[in-house]
Nanobody, 124 residues
Framework: QVQLVESGGGLVQAGGSLRLSCAVSGLTFSRYVMGWFRQAPGKEREFVSAINWSGSSTDYTDSVKGRFTISRDNAKNTVSLQMNGLKPEDTAVYYC?????????????????WGQGTQVTVSS
């Protein structure tokens, strides 16, 4: 079956860095658009970043541009999110997700498969 497993979350001070990874199995990874979403307590899950099949095109929500970098390794079936300059407002559970197309890459409904999430907590 399809599995997406996130790792790399944790507690970090404001200004610090974390690198999230998502290991994917059970599907042809290179044929899927990959995305990262996050959900803070009491808030809806929101789009963070997406990367196309080859890694040649990336998208970011405005609040993380210049601080976060998404990448993928199609040989290892992994997608990563490098997060620098973390802020308390980045605190959330982060989810990776896989989509067939880029049509709805910034929307939850565009993604068919989801991981269980990893907690990121940024202290001030």
């Amino acid at each position: 079956q399809v599995q997406l497993v996130e790792s790399g979350g944790g507690l970090v001070q404001a200004g610090g860095s974390l690198r999230l990874s998502c290991a994917v199995s059970g599907l042809t990874f290179s044929r899927y658009v990959m995305g990262w979403f996050r959900q803070a307590p009491g808030k809806e899950r929101e789009f963070v970043s997406a990367i196309n099949w080859s890694g040649s095109s990336t998208d970011y929500t405005d609040s993380v541009k210049g601080r976060f970098t998404i990448s993928r390794d199609n040989a290892k079936n992994t997608v990563s999110l490098q997060m620098n300059g973390l802020k308390p407002e980045d605190t959330a559970v982060y989810y990776c997700a896989a989509a067939w197309t880029t049509a709805d890459k910034t929307r939850r409904t565009g993604y068919a498969y989801w991981g269980q999430g990893t907690q990121v907590t940024v202290s001030s």
